[in-house]
């Protein structure tokens, strides 16, 4: 069964921080890169940052320097620290393997996690 379940969204202002998590199943989360991804409105889906099995780490050329991810192999939780936070970051975060998760032609995401900024 595939799981993703995000957490940790919230109201913020700007300059602030939230630490977002991803509780995913045993199956998808210990064999795959995984990624955080965000959506603002109106916006198309992108990959802000990824992490292998390795623990080697991407970013998004927008978020460098000011987000972190991280995982628990113990846990099967995927982290995203968020520092420094802008209002254009204002978006609904999702974890997914990197590529997304797909199985019999299916997609698979989460709910989601709102984050908004204020200024």
């Known amino acids: 069964q595939v799981q993703l379940v995000e957490s940790g969204g919230g109201l913020v202002q700007a300059g602030g921080s939230l630490r977002l998590s991803c509780a995913a199943s045993r199956s998808i989360f210990s064999l795959n890169t995984m990624g955080w991804y965000r959506q603002a409105p109106g916006k198309q889906r992108e990959l802000v940052a990824a992490i292998t099995r390795g623990s080697s780490t991407n970013y998004a050329d927008s978020v460098k320097g000011r987000f972190t991810i991280s995982r628990d192999y113990a846990k099967k939780t995927v982290y995203l620290q968020t520092n420094s936070l802008k209002p254009e970051d204002t978006a609904v975060y999702y974890c997914?393997?990197?590529?997304?998760?797909?199985?019999?032609?299916?997609?698979?995401w989460g709910q989601g996690t709102q984050v908004t900024v204020s200024s």
């Open positions: 997914n393997t990197e590529p997304p998760y797909r199985a019999d032609s299916i997609t698979y």
